[in-house]
């Protein structure tokens, strides 16, 4: 079975911070990779799919890059807003949804 | 504006069944494969369960192969999880999820409803 692995597991960081984190597939996944947003309390929203393309309305400040086994997700200056844990996806491989283990990202 | 609204999540013992229910609006229905993703607290999420467009083939996570199943209806663009044999391990938010593409193995999770708790426990 596919494993999804994250790094890091949380970070914390200032307001205007670039903030990069990363995934890891144990086998190649192409660029079928999607990143969640998990904000507390809240259902998991689709920021980013396919590795690179930003799904609609999610703002600029995030962006996806990758392919094969190693992607990551980076905010480019880090807002109030985006207080959350961060999950990676793939789907190459059935099942459909293996998930990372999360990143949380707290304020500094 | 899309909505996805699952109901039927309460605690229930060991062993007993239980029927999860999604309404969902504002979107195609029938032009989109639909899942099941839990979430026990604290952990990621877990696919569970998912279903083409036309109900022809559906898809099972070996957790729960023989005592979920999975069903829609078209025509009152519905989704319901219909789970036995219910196990502590199945304690979890259950998720109604809308996928980007109309079979159950695209796997673009793009829209979710607000998750429905499931906890077993006697």
């Known amino acids: 079975d596919m494993q999804m692995t994250q790094s890091p597991s949380s970070l914390s960081a200032s307001v205007g911070d670039r903030v990069i984190i990363t995934c890891q597939a144990s086998?190649?996944?192409?660029?079928?990779i999607n990143w969640y947003q998990q904000r507390p309390g809240k259902a998991p929203k689709l920021l980013i799919y396919?590795?690179?393309n930003l799904q609609t309305g999610v703002p600029s400040r995030f962006s996806g890059s990758g392919f094969g086994t190693d992607f990551t997700l980076t905010i480019s200056s880090l807002q109030p807003d985006d207080i959350a844990t961060y999950y990676c996806?793939?789907?190459?491989?059935?099942?459909?949804?293996?998930f990372g283990p999360g990143t949380k990202v707290d304020l500094k | 504006e899309e909505q996805l609204v699952e109901s039927g999540g309460l605690l229930v013992q060991p062993g007993r069944s239980l029927r999860l229910s999604c309404a969902t609006s504002?979107?195609?229905?029938?032009?989109?494969?639909m899942h099941w993703v839990r979430q026990a607290p604290g952990k990621a999420p877990e696919w569970v369960s998912g279903?083409?467009?036309?109900?022809?083939?559906?898809g099972y996570a070996d957790s729960v192969k023989g005592r979920f199943t999975i069903s829609r209806d078209n025509a009152k663009s519905s989704l319901d999880l219909e789970i036995s044999s219910l196990r502590r391990e199945d304690t979890a938010f259950y998720y109604c999820?809308?996928?980007?593409?109309?079979?159950?193995?695209?796997?673009?999770?793009?829209?979710w409803g607000q998750g429905t708790l499931v906890t077993v426990s006697s």
């Open positions: 504002g979107f195609n229905f029938r032009d989109h494969a």
């Open positions: 396919d590795a690179s």
């Open positions: 279903i083409n467009w036309n109900s022809i083939s559906l």
């Open positions: 999820v809308k996928d980007a593409f109309n079979f159950w193995s695209g796997g673009r999770f793009e829209s």
């Open positions: 996806q793939q789907y190459d491989n059935l099942p459909p949804g293996t």
């Open positions: 086998q190649d996944t192409r660029n079928y």
